[in-house]
C-alpha cells in the first residue's frame, strides 16, 4: 500500500466511529471517542499470549520519563526506507521516532527546549511534554505541547512537527489567551491565561482540522482555572479560547492524562475539577462538570452535568475531573468516574444538568478513585479502581448491567488506578490489558510496575502477567503514571519513567 493510501484510509477510519485503528495510532486511547480499543489486532490473542510466547521483545531509549502515550504510524518512508514508526514525547521535552520493530537509534529525534525544573508535587524531577500529542495523517503533522522556562516563568508551545524529519512545519504557537472575567487572578475585568501556574495534562485532540488542548492547575495551587485552546491544524493560528470559569476559580480540566472528546459532529466533551459552580442559577463558572461545547459558536457551553452535591465534592477536593469523557459508539452515552469511586452515565444529548436528584442515566458506587479513562469494546464497558478488581459491565440500551469482577484485587495507594487498552480481531480474540503499580502512591518517583492481560470475554480469565523480579527479561521497568499501553500489529509498546519504552510480543519462533 502506498504511503498516500495508508494516510487516505486511516484518515476515513477516524471520521466518527472507532475501527481500522490497526493501520495507525495517531491519538490518545486510539480514537476521539476514546473508547481504548484496538479492533484489528489480528496478531496478538487470548490462546497465544497465554501459551508462554508473549513477553519483552527489546528496550527504546530516551531522555526523561514518559507520561504521553506512544502513537505509531505504518509504512512510512525515512531516510530513503520504508518503517513502522513509534512516537515518543517525554518530560525532557524530547520527541522521537523509532522503528517500531527493532532495537536501535531513534530514526529522528528532536528538542523543544529546556524542561523545567519542577521541585515539588506530583511532577519531578523536570516538567516538559506530558500530554499525548496528536498525529494529523493528511499533513504528515504530529501536534506537541512543550514547557519551558522563561525569564517571566513558564511558557507553553504548541508545535507542529513533521512526522517524517522532526522539522516544524510552521511557526510554533506561544500559548496565550485571554477572557472577560471577574475571576481569581483577573484584572479590570479581563482574564489572563497564567502559564506559570498550569499544567498541561490533557492529551491533544484534532477534530474538524482543529487541534484542542486543556488545562489544569498544579496540586489545587491558585490562582488557576480550566482553559481549553483551539488551534488550526495548518497554520497553528489560534482559533477559540474558553476559561470555565472565568468569574470564580479553579474547575481545572486534567482528566488523568485523557483527552477531550469528539463525535466529529462539531461538539467537544470536557470534565472539570473542583471549583466554582454557579451555572445552575445563571452564572458561567462550571467547576466540577461535565460539559459540552460547541466549536462552532466559540465554544460555548451547550449542555452540563454537575451531581447534586457537587458542593460537597468540590470542598473536598473529590473531582469528577480524574477521568475523561468515554463517549459510547452509537449510544450517546458518556461514562466518566470520578476520586470517589462513582460511575457516572450521562446522555450525550441531554447531560441532565443539576437539580436536587441527578438527572444521569446511571450511576453505580465502585471501589477506589477512578484515573484516566475506562476501556469501551464489543458492547462492554471496562474499568477499574484504586483499590478494587477489574470490572466489566454489558451495555444494554443506554444502562449498564451488573458487574463481572477480574480475579486480581489491587492493594496499592491512593492514584495508583490502572491504565486499560484493549486489543482485538473485530468481536473476536478480544484481550483487556492493564498496567498498574503493584505497591507505592505513584507520587512523584518511579515506583515498579505491573502488566497484566485478562479475557475480554470472560475479565475472570488472567492470561499473562509479567513478573516481579527485576532480573526477569519480562520485567516491565517503572510504571508510567495513568499512561495506557499502545498494542497495534502484533506488538505493545509500554511507557516507563526509566527513560526507555518497552516492546512486548511474540518471541522468536513463535506461529
Not at 461545547?293 to 480524574?322: H, K, P, W
Not at 463481572?404 to 495508583?416: D, I, R
Amino acid at each position: 500500500m502506498s504511503k498516500k493510501s495508508v494516510a487516505l484510509s486511516v484518515l476515513a477510519a477516524c471520521a466518527l466511529a472507532p475501527m481500522s485503528y490497526s493501520q495507525a495510532v495517531t491519538t490518545y486511547h486510539y480514537n476521539n471517542f476514546r473508547t481504548g480499543a484496538n479492533t484489528e489486532e489480528t496478531i496478538l490473542t487470548p490462546s497465544n499470549v497465554a501459551s508462554g510466547q508473549f513477553g519483552k521483545l527489546f528496550s527504546l531509549a530516551v531522555n526523561g520519563q514518559v507520561y504521553a502515550q506512544p502513537l505509531y504510524v505504518p509504512a512510512l518512508t525515512i531516510n530513503n526506507a520504508v518503517h513502522n514508526v513509534l512516537y515518543v514525547a517525554t518530560e525532557n521535552n524530547d520527541v522521537y521516532a523509532f522503528d517500531a520493530d527493532a532495537a536501535g537509534p531513534a530514526l529522528w529525534h528532536v528538542n523543544l527546549g529546556a524542561a523545567q525544573a519542577f521541585c515539588c508535587g506530583d511532577l519531578t524531577p523536570q516538567v516538559g511534554i506530558t500530554s499525548t500529542p496528536v498525529i494529523d495523517l493528511s499533513r504528515m503533522a504530529i501536534y506537541v505541547v512543550s514547557a519551558t522556562q522563561t525569564g517571566l516563568g513558564t511558557q507553553f508551545t504548541l508545535h507542529s512537527l513533521d512526522i517524517r524529519t522532526g522539522a516544524d512545519r510552521v511557526n510554533p504557537a506561544v500559548v496565550k489567551g485571554s477572557v472577560a472575567g471577574t475571576g481569581d487572578g483577573s484584572s479590570g475585568g479581563v482574564l489572563n491565561f497564567n502559564p506559570t501556574m498550569h499544567w498541561q495534562r490533557t492529551a491533544l485532540l484534532l477534530d474538524n482540522g482543529i487541534v484542542y488542548f486543556a488545562f489544569g492547575g498544579h496540586q489545587d495551587t491558585p490562582p488557576y482555572h480550566g482553559w481549553i485552546f483551539a488551534y488550526d491544524a495548518t497554520s497553528l493560528r489560534r482559533l477559540m479560547v474558553k476559561c470555565t470559569t472565568p468569574n470564580g476559580s479553579d474547575g481545572g480540566i486534567w482528566q488523568g492524562g485523557a483527552g477531550l472528546s469528539a463525535t466529529g459532529d462539531g461538539y467537544i466533551y470536557a470534565v472539570t475539577g473542583n471549583g466554582t459552580f454557579d451555572a445552575s442559577t445563571g452564572g458561567s463558572d462550571y467547576g466540577m462538570s461535565v460539559i459540552k461545547l460547541n466549536a462552532r459558536q466559540n465554544l460555548a457551553v451547550t449542555d452540563y452535568f454537575a451531581a447534586s452535591n457537587e458542593a460537597a465534592l468540590s470542598n473536598d477536593d473529590i473531582d469528577m475531573g480524574t477521568t475523561g469523557p468515554l463517549l459510547v459508539p452509537g449510544a450517546n452515552v458518556i461514562v466518566n468516574g470520578d476520586k470517589a469511586g462513582r460511575m457516572y452515565v450521562t446522555n450525550a444529548n441531554a447531560l441532565g444538568g443539576f437539580s436536587a436528584t441527578d438527572h444521569s442515566l446511571q450511576e453505580w458506587q465502585s471501589v477506589g478513585p477512578f484515573f484516566g479513562t475506562p476501556a469501551f469494546y464489543n458492547s462492554t464497558l471496562y474499568y477499574w479502581g484504586t483499590g478494587g478488581s477489574m470490572q466489566a459491565r454489558q451495555l444494554h440500551g443506554s444502562t449498564f448491567s451488573s458487574p463481572v469482577s477480574g480475579p486480581v484485587t489491587t492493594t496499592f495507594g491512593y492514584e495508583a488506578a490502572p491504565a486499560l487498552t484493549v486489543s482485538a480481531n473485530g468481536n473476536q480474540d478480544g484481550i483487556v490489558w492493564a498496567t498498574y503499580p503493584p505497591s507505592g502512591l505513584a507520587w512523584g518517583p518511579a515506583f515498579p510496575g505491573v502488566l497484566q492481560a485478562f479475557d475480554a470475554s470472560n475479565v475472570g480469565t488472567l492470561l499473562w502477567t509479567s513478573p516481579a523480579d527485576s532480573t526477569s527479561p519480562d520485567y516491565t521497568g517503572s510504571w508510567s503514571k495513568w499512561c495506557p499501553p499502545t498494542v497495534v500489529n502484533g506488538k505493545l509498546y509500554l511507557a516507563t519513567f526509566d527513560g526507555a519504552v518497552n516492546v512486548y510480543g511474540l518471541k522468536a519462533g513463535s506461529n
